[in-house]
């Protein structure tokens, strides 16, 4: 009899990839949650009534290289190869160049959104590549696309995030493994309820999740989550920097750590 299909999903403990995971369990797949407390993770699939035979929980932190790579070496082990490998895990903070205590929060957020990103893949890419199917996917944002006053660190990796997938696209695509970059507008989770700005075209988790099962099942390479701020992202490219500077002036900035 042939099983479900599989999705690794990094950051699964809370925000988008609690909400990824879960549309991808309604969907009829297995899940591979990787997460840091993985008490926490566990009890939550049990009370939202997950079939025990559908999941597993592996411990990880995605900062730590060999850390996130024996995750993924203990999935492919105990429940196969995935056919959808999902690196959500992120860090989105403040940060003052000014101040030199933020230079190591830059650090660690670079750690995690960025090697952390390669690393979850790491285990994945050359079994996928022999086995000529899969997909990878990216969680990057629209904060990647330009900067913005006192978010340079989270802007700056997710650019990189998009970049890089971009580059490991063209590297999959001969042996038929595809590579998805998605990028989230501002989706309603306990990160973004502390933003002090306005968000505009604000969006549920759960409707963030079901558009992104959309766009990972059709294989797109790029797609911004809501499209109204895929709309704004083409603009926004387009915009002199005078320009977007002026319309920048006065914004809120990110809180920075402990604040």
């Known amino acids: ?3 479900a299909p599989l999705v690794y999903i990094t950051g699964a403990s809370s925000g988008l990839g609690q909400a990824m995971a879960l549309e991808f369990y309604r969907q009829g797949w297995r899940l591979a949650l990787v997460a840091r407390r993985t008490e926490e993770m566990a009890r939550w699939a049990r009370e939202q009534g997950l079939e025990a035979a559908r999941w597993r929980v592996y411990c990880a932190d995605v900062s730590q290289v060999e850390s996130i790579v024996e995750a993924g070496r203990h999935c492919i082990a105990e429940q196969g190869l995935p056919d959808v490998v999902i690196a959500n895990a992120g860090i989105s903070v403040g940060m003052d160049s000014a101040i030199y205590e933020d230079l190591a929060v830059m650090q660690r957020l670079y750690a995690t959104n960025n ?15 022999a086995r000529r199917s899969g997909s990878l996917v990216g969680i990057a944002s629209v904060a990647g696309i330009r900067g913005l006053p006192g978010h340079a660190a989270y802007c700056s990796s997710k650019a990189a995030v998009i970049s890089y997938c971009e ?26 309820r502390r933003n002090r700005y306005h968000m505009p075209f604000l969006m549920s988790a759960e409707s963030f999740a079901r558009a992104a099962y959309r766009s990972i099942q059709a294989g797109h390479g790029f797609r911004v989550i809501p499209w109204q701020m895929g709309m704004v992202a083409r603009v926004l490219r387009l915009l002199p920097n005078a320009l977007y500077d002026r319309l920048l002036a006065g914004r809120p900035r990110k809180h920075r750590e402990g604040e």
């Not at 580059?167 to 309603?188: K, N, Q």
Request: charged residues 10%; glycine residues 10%; proline residues 11%.
């Open 1 to 3: 009899m042939n099983q």
């Open 115 to 129: 090697i952390g990103l390669a690393a979850t893949f790491h285990p994945f890419i050359a079994p996928m590549n």
């Open 167 to 192: 580059s490991l696209r063209g590297e999959c695509r001969p042996f038929g493994v595809r590579v998805t970059t998605i990028a989230p507008g501002y989706i309603d989770t306990p990160l973004t």
